[in-house]
């Protein structure tokens, strides 16, 4: 019934009501309905503080923090067709989360690791060519 008012079949979308009608399945266990809440946030649509204190969701105003719990505890379901479209949807959500409070720490660790990258296959490289000079001089 939520897909019915999120996706407007007669015309015009009504959030509030998609949200109304997927919390009830989501308090009745179906990992479908948190999935598709966890959507809505990501989409922009506003849900009320009422609907996910009713999930037991904790009450947060940042949309990642929440999008986290909501996929999270997707993930956790006892329905097992839930588990990929949720661990997915979440780690998403968790790879945006460390990139938008730690790009810069991100950016630098990749340089760095880059760095060690290079040195590492130049050192290589220079002891194979050490290697193969060896055994060249020996025959």
């Not at 959507?39 to 990642?64: C, H, R, V, W, Y």
Request: proline share 2%; glycine share 6%.
């Amino acid at each position: 019934m939520g897909d019915y008012y999120w996706y407007g079949c007669k015309g015009e979308r009504n959030v509030s009501q998609a949200a109304k009608y997927y919390t009830m399945a989501a308090k009745k266990g179906d990992p479908h309905a948190l999935f598709n809440l966890g959507f809505m946030l990501e989409e922009g649509a506003d849900i009320p503080q009422t609907l996910l204190k009713e999930l037991n969701i904790n009450n947060s105003n940042d949309t990642m923090e929440l999008l986290i719990q909501i996929y999270d505890r997707c993930k956790k379901s006892a329905k097992t067709e839930a588990y990929l479209p949720c661990s997915l949807s979440l780690y998403k959500v968790q790879i945006q989360y460390l990139w938008n409070n730690h790009g810069v720490l991100l950016q630098i660790f990749s340089m760095l690791s880059g760095v060690v990258l290079v040195i590492v296959a130049g050192a290589w490289t220079a002891s194979q060519f050490r290697i193969r000079e060896q055994r060249i001089s020996d025959v």
